[in-house]
């Protein structure tokens, strides 16, 4: 009775509060200007509000603490080293390259700007010569300039893979293809700059001479890897725990595992810095060792947002989409999740069989098994992300995956099956992390699909983390006999060379950490990614991706389960919030802002 | 006395070596037998072989397990100096490790959440104590009422209901329900209170699981202690009845709680895991769980032998304990 | 129940029906009955005695006869400190210097405990607390009943270790019981009964865990502090030759009751009761040069549950039929005098049992 009564109480309280605020606020704004995306200005701005466009960007105020938690702490913050997607979106608050991501939502977002450099690249030498100036009042956090040097520098970071392991390595591969440069550790040069490939006559000048031309070498110039770290600030194996910022925020304290707090870097300059808006004081980030208590803390509004950006786990998800569903963002991950089959292992040398599970393989319990349309995904028809240039999306869909054959086709896959000359079928094992409930769910649904065609599977469920090991090496793949393999793949940048090359070229199978599962060796594919590095135009470059993609399709070995979906929390407090696909659809965290300061 | 000591201590330390071998056996032979790459898993999404072999050198991977062992233990004395690629990485004595997962050595990372950890312990130690051992002197001598018989249900339960359970349950009404307390961590050096008030609730959810425990095993001590022939003499030289229970019967019923608060405290503080990562407590058993996730060796290696150690002096302690309470045992 | 209470009056005879005694101890009617699932168990049904100060009751009987629980009794053990289980039922009176204890409040013969009555246990080793030293035990036992300071009590330990022939009392004073041998724990546990100088110690078969030549010193301890601090003295035993010397008077127990009574000397020289016959039958003798054989009495303690009817000994009792018209089998023999201040329980007449011990069994001891 008596906690009744204070609760009717305090709802009283509380709505009369409401009602003052709404006077106020109606008052002050003159009652016309309403937010252009709808949603309130108190609260959440609406389920999709900010998938792929801007969801309150007129709200956002300078100032407060922008609270990130996390379930999993980044593989480093070293700008050389880290490698998961979140680390990059979040590494724009502490680090500058000479070209970013544009901060604009949706497809824009996979576009570049020019960061520190006054511009984009000017090409010459077709394609082979890349040259920037930086900008007037770039200063690292001690106020000091930012060079060329210091730029050239921290690329070169990226050779000493000894130290600095675990990054994306494209820069080396394309910028010296021979492995003759050592590292800046290993430099005998005094400046330790004795890369050939990179030139810096001038401290504002930059020029990189590329041995052979690659047409996403920008891309990669605007990968986190790419940025510029100060030679006697470098702590090498150690710069993760402190990096030296060139952002607007700079590092105040960081535990691994526990939290990390970035404050205002006072030596940036707004001036020097043509995207990043900078309106929050302060970020936190704290990690849960359990992703349904850092669910709950969304959910209960002491966190803004996830920094993982990889969806709500399945119990915060349901009661998110039942009580908060303003609060929610449905956007694309750029991550396809699909079946591949190693041609290496009998009876998938014949494209036939392998067509033979994709016709049998019942594609809506797929989808249903990655979560559904909105959890998981629409199903995916083939394997080019929506977000990269020269994507059809479900438009292009050769084996009617999401059209007539959705629910599986026994005939047509018994047909297949004649054509492979294994008529009554075959026997086989699906390879799937042990660590991903989801996988093995689509694994069974795969098998249980198959069974009705007369391929009877196996499940072998491997260990996740020692995926580059047992999956990675194609020799225990074929001794094992795993002949189909459950993985995803997302985009490092958005085109087909950031996201196919290492999964079709067969310059890219590896004894070790391959991740070309298919073994494809097709010299049409080889042939069409050489042309594509080489094409300079955007026109021309769409193209090709889109043939390699229909080249890969065409030869059966992939089977597309979704073109990935996630569900992701955005708090009511949040402005200026929006998806990004040069993040595969995370949100730009460089530039989200807080309502209130308080 | 003094002897009693000497033989112990240096049975612990025989004993530490023989757990630092075993653990050391364990983490280093293992993968190996296993075929589990532990290097290539440091290396990025396109490992090149000549950086996971670079990186299998840094660890030190590739060398003899004899001279791991060797590096190892001089490290502990002597610190030790990690050098690859143009790289140095000092890590100074005590030296248990260094973690190439998060640039870090591991012994600051234990001493860091060492105290987060023991104070969950001995927080929860000092509840579990008060309640179950009340408890379970209550029902002893109230057997057959009604309160023995509801007290032992509950301690029923408090024994088969795990942790994850209670701690959810408690977290999702006090916290996120009823708004009592925020759930949040705050370090015993920033704020007393703040302290306090986080960690209420996770000593609570684990001396519930405990106080059940000694409860029982309290009842039952009890109740074979008041029929000691010594209990009878108490009485028969006009003692008090609470003298009677309070001190003789109680300091002989301490033996076995003894015995178990070692044994549990020891383990405890080697990680609550369970309660450490259903709370969020920065402590050795949540940094023992993301080490496994991210595969971080010498971390768990780290953890594993502060956890080992932590048995060894807990019931080192409790053996001197036991020495002081029971003076039979001072000549065994 | 009829037959229960007037054979209890009856029982009570030997002590008259006037309340106000004029004994220093007084024991009257006195019944301790524990209740189980298995039945009522009557370990005490029905005892009278007294006792006066400065003389040595010796109360004998095989296990099971009683003789713990009437002296437990005696001291409120049996309702102090029983927790949750079903409690004993005692009725009777019992006068200890002018107070009745059973009707008295618990706490006035709590503080009797220890200081006007103490117990010596059948094993000190495990009377005694282990945890705790010797001195500290005895400080205790001192301190509750008197209001001095550590160190002065702790000078009376000492001097009652002295007192009873402990070596090097000052030493010993701080050592724990299983640092003692067992003749040392007695006597230890001995000063500590004795260090409030109660007027009446009972000693519940004080030497039976003990080596026999240190049961003699122990007895001699016994008897010798008796006379010094002029105590009445209980001693229950199984062997009569423990009380042979020590007791004035000795009370025969079997199944919960007196089966006889009487000064020692005629207890010995001039038995009355079978069942008296068969313990001094089985009682070892130093003092004959020759004894044919140990006569133990045959069969096995009366259950207390389903006490046999009329006389609880006859079904061991070699001379159950020598009365007429099967008597022992139904009726409950009652204490009648056989002497002065000697009583048996038993149907014989006076003469067939003068002739079956003069004839029959005193040869044979």
Same mark, same amino acid.
């Given at each position: 009775m008596t906690t009744q009564r204070t609760s009717g109480r305090r709802k009283q309280a509380w709505a009369a509060v409401a009602a003052v605020a709404a006077l106020l606020t109606t008052a002050a704004c003159g009652g016309g200007d309403s937010d252009s995306n709808g949603g309130s200005k108190t609260g959440a701005a609406g389920f999709d509000a900010a998938n792929n466009k801007v969801a309150q960007a007129s709200l956002a105020k300078k100032g407060g603490t922008l609270k990130f938690g996390g379930a999993q702490d980044a593989d480093s913050w070293d700008t050389t080293r880290g490698y998961y997607g979140f680390m990059w979106n979040f590494s724009r608050y502490y680090s500058r390259q000479l070209v970013t991501n544009k901060t604009e939502p949706g497809k824009a977002g996979a576009e570049l700007t020019p960061?520190?450099?006054? &511009? +984009?690249?000017?090409?010459?030498?077709? &394609?082979?010569? *890349?040259?920037?100036?930086?900008?007037?009042?770039?200063?690292? #956090?001690? &106020?000091k300039p930012i060079t060329s040097k210091d730029v050239k520098y921290g690329i070169e970071r990226v050779w000493a893979q000894d130290v600095l392991s675990g990054g994306p390595v494209y820069l080396k591969d394309v910028l010296d293809p021979k492995g003759e440069y050592k590292g800046p550790y290993k430099d005998t040069s005094k400046d330790k700059l004795g890369l050939k490939a990179i030139e810096t006559p001038d401290d504002k000048t930059i020029v990189f001479k590329l041995p052979a031309a690659n047409s996403d070498f920008e891309d990669m110039l605007g990968l986190t890897s790419a940025s510029p770290v100060r030679q006697d600030k470098d702590t090498k194996s150690k710069y993760g725990l402190k990096p030296f910022s060139s952002g607007p925020y700079k590092f105040q304290s960081y535990s691994p595992g526990k939290d990390l707090t970035l404050v205002r870097n006072t030596e940036w300059k707004q001036a020097s810095d043509p995207i990043r808006k900078a309106y929050p004081d302060k970020i936190t980030?704290?990690?849960?060792?359990?992703?349904?208590?850092?669910?709950?803390?969304?959910?209960?509004?002491?966190?803004?947002?996830?920094?993982?950006?990889?969806?709500?786990?399945?119990?915060?998800?349901?009661?998110?989409?039942?009580?908060?569903?303003?609060? +929610?963002?449905?956007?694309?991950t750029g991550y396809i999740r699909y079946a591949t089959f190693p041609q290496s292992v009998a009876p998938f040398n014949n494209a036939e069989c392998r067509k033979a599970v994709i016709y049998g393989a019942d594609h809506v319990s797929l989808q249903t098994a990655r979560g559904g349309p909105i959890a998981g995904g629409d199903i995916g028809t083939n394997m080019l992300p929506p977000s990269v240039a020269g994507a059809e999306g479900q438009k292009y869909d050769p084996y009617e995956i999401a059209g007539a054959n959705k629910k599986g086709n026994v005939a047509k896959a018994k047909e297949a099956l004649k054509a492979c000359g294994k008529p009554n079928g075959f026997s086989t094992t699906i390879a799937v992390r042990n660590n991903k409930p989801v996988e093995v769910a689509t694994a069974q649904s795969l098998q249980a699909s198959l069974k009705k065609v007369g391929i009877n599977a196996q499940i072998d469920q491997f260990d996740g983390s020692q995926t580059s090991g047992i999956i990675g090496s194609p020799e225990n793949v074929k001794k094992k006999g795993y002949g189909i393999i459950i993985m995803g793949w997302g985009p490092d940048f958005p085109t087909v060379q950031g996201y196919g090359m290492p999964l079709w070229d067969s310059k890219y199978i590896l004894e070790s950490g391959n991740n070309n599962f298919a073994m494809i060796k097709d010299k049409t594919i080889d042939g069409l990614f050489d042309q594509y590095v080489t094409t300079l135009d955007d026109a021309g470059k769409t193209k090709i991706a889109t043939e390699i993609n229909h080249k890969v399709m065409e030869g059966g070995y992939y089977l597309?389960?979704?073109? #990935?979906?996630?569900?992701?929390?955005?708090?009511?407090?949040?402005?200026?919030? *929006?998806?990004?696909?040069?993040?595969?659809?995370?949100?730009?965290?460089?530039?989200l802002g807080l309502k209130s300061t308080t | 006395m003094l002897a009693y000591l000497i033989r112990r201590l240096f049975a612990a330390a025989v004993m530490l070596v023989v757990i630092i071998l075993v653990v050391f056996g364990i983490f280093f032979l293992v993968p190996k037998w296993a075929g589990v790459d532990i290097a290539s898993s440091f290396v990025g999404k396109q490992a090149d072989p000549a950086a996971v072999e670079a990186v299998r050198q840094k660890l030190g991977l590739s060398d003899p397990i004899y001279a791991q062992?060797?590096?190892?233990?001089?490290?502990?004395?002597?610190?030790?100096t990690y050098a690859a690629g143009g790289d140095v990485t000092h890590c100074s004595a005590p030296c248990f490790g260094y973690s190439f997962r998060s640039e870090q050595a591991i012994w600051p990372v234990l001493t860091d959440r060492f105290p987060v950890t023991l104070g969950l312990a001995l927080g929860a130690a000092v509840?579990?104590?008060?309640?179950?051992?009340?408890?379970?002197?209550?029902s002893a001598l109230k057997?057959?009422?009604?309160?023995?018989?509801?007290?032992?249900?509950?301690?029923?339960?408090?024994?088969?209901?795990?942790?994850?359970?209670?701690?959810?349950?408690?977290?999702?009404?006090?916290?996120?329900?009823?708004?009592?307390?925020?759930?949040?961590?705050?370090?015993?050096?920033?704020?007393f209170t703040g302290w306090f008030g986080g960690m209420i609730l996770p000593w609570i959810t684990l001396a519930f699981l405990y106080a059940a425990m000694y409860a029982r095993i309290t009842r039952a001590t009890m109740l074979e202690i008041l029929g000691e022939d010594y209990i009878r003499t108490a009485r028969a030289k006009g003692l008090k009845e609470q003298t009677v229970i309070g001190k003789h019967a109680m300091r002989s019923t301490m033996t076995p709680i003894l015995t178990m608060l070692g044994m549990d405290l020891g383990a405890l503080i080697g990680g609550a895991i369970l309660t450490e990562t259903t709370f969020n407590l920065p402590g050795l058993g949540q940094a023992v769980l993301n080490a496994i996730k991210n595969q971080d060796l010498p971390v768990i290696l780290g953890v594993t032998l502060i956890t080992s150690l932590a048995v060894l002096i807990a019931n080192l302690v409790v053996d001197v304990l036991y020495a002081v309470i029971d003076p039979r045992v001072r000549l065994a | 129940m009829t037959e229960l209470s007037k054979t209890g009056a009856a029982l009570g005879e030997p002590t008259g029906t006037s309340p106000a005694p004029t004994s220093f101890l007084e024991v009257r009617d006195l019944k301790v009955h524990f209740p189980t699932d298995d039945g009522l168990v009557?370990?005490?049904?029905?005892?009278?005695?007294?006792?006066?100060?400065?003389?040595?009751?010796?109360?004998?009987?095989?296990?099971?006869?009683?003789?713990?629980?009437?002296?437990?009794?005696?001291?409120?053990?049996?309702?102090?400190?029983?927790?949750?289980?079903?409690?004993?039922?005692?009725?009777?009176?019992?006068?200890?210097?002018?107070?009745?204890?059973?009707?008295?409040?618990?706490?006035?013969?709590?503080?009797?405990?220890?200081?006007?009555?103490?117990?010596?246990?059948?094993?000190p080793l495990s009377a005694l607390h282990p945890y705790y030293t010797i001195g500290h035990q005895i400080v205790e036992a001192y301190r509750i009943h008197h209001k001095v300071d550590k160190k002065t009590a702790k000078r009376r330990a000492v001097e009652m270790l002295d007192r009873v022939g402990i070596p090097q009392p000052d030493k010993r004073v701080d050592s724990y019981p299983h640092e003692f041998s067992g003749g040392m724990?007695?006597?230890?546990?001995?000063?500590?009964?004795?260090?409030?100088?109660?007027?009446?110690?009972?000693?519940?078969?004080?030497?039976?865990?003990?080596?026999?030549?240190?049961?003699?010193?122990?007895?001699?301890?016994?008897?010798?502090?008796?006379?010094?601090?002029?105590?009445?003295?209980?001693?229950?035993?199984?062997?009569?030759?423990?009380?042979a010397e020590l007791a004035d008077d000795i009370l025969v127990m079997y199944g919960g009751r007196c089966v006889e009574r009487g000064p020692a000397e005629k207890v010995f020289y001039e038995p009355r009761h079978p069942y008296t016959w068969g313990l001094l039958g089985s009682m070892p003798r130093l003092d004959r040069e020759q004894q044919e054989r140990l006569i133990p009495v045959k069969g096995s303690p009366p259950s207390l549950i389903n006490v046999p009817s009329g006389c609880a000994f006859n079904p061991r009792c070699p001379y159950a039929d020598v009365p007429k018209d099967n008597v022992t089998r139904t009726v409950r023999p009652e204490l009648s005098e056989v002497g002065s201040r000697h009583w048996a329980a038993c149907h014989m007449t006076q003469e067939q049992r003068e002739r079956i011990w003069t004839e029959e069994i005193a040869p044979k001891l």
């Open positions: 960061d520190l450099a006054t &511009g +984009l690249a000017k090409v010459t030498d077709d &394609g082979k010569t *890349y040259t920037y100036t930086l900008r007037d009042g770039v200063t690292w #956090e001690d &106020g980030v704290q990690f849960f060792s359990d992703a349904n208590q850092l669910d709950q803390r969304l959910i209960n509004g002491d966190l803004d947002l996830d920094i993982n950006q990889t969806g709500m786990s399945p119990q915060g998800r349901t009661t998110a989409l039942k009580q908060h569903k303003a609060n +929610l963002d449905n956007p694309v597309p389960f979704v073109f #990935e979906k996630f569900i992701n929390w955005r708090s009511d407090r949040l402005a200026n919030v *929006y998806t990004t696909d040069g993040y595969s659809g995370m949100y730009d965290f460089v530039n | 062992v060797w590096e190892f233990f001089k490290g502990i004395f002597a610190g030790r509840l579990w104590l008060i309640f179950g051992i009340a408890a379970g002197v209550l057997r057959g009422s009604i309160w023995d018989r509801g007290a032992m249900v509950v301690a029923l339960s408090g024994v088969s209901l795990p942790i994850y359970f209670t701690g959810l349950l408690s977290l999702s009404v006090f916290v996120f329900g009823l708004g009592w307390f925020d759930g949040q961590y705050t370090p015993l050096e920033e704020s | 009557k370990s005490v049904d029905g005892l009278s005695f007294q006792l006066e100060k400065g003389k040595t009751l010796g109360i004998v009987g095989e296990s099971g006869s009683g003789k713990s629980v009437t002296s437990l009794g005696i001291m409120g053990l049996h309702t102090a400190g029983q927790y949750g289980k079903r409690k004993a039922q005692i009725s009777g009176e019992i006068w200890l210097n002018g107070t009745e204890l059973l009707s008295a409040d618990p706490d006035h013969v709590r503080k009797l405990r220890g200081r006007d009555m103490a117990m010596i246990f059948q094993d724990r007695q006597r230890a546990m001995i000063a500590m009964s004795l260090v409030n100088n109660p007027e009446l110690l009972i000693a519940d078969e004080p030497t039976t865990a003990l080596d026999v030549t240190v049961q003699a010193q122990i007895l001699d301890l016994i008897r010798d502090l008796q006379k010094e601090f002029g105590s009445a003295v209980i001693i229950i035993t199984h062997d009569l030759g423990v009380v």
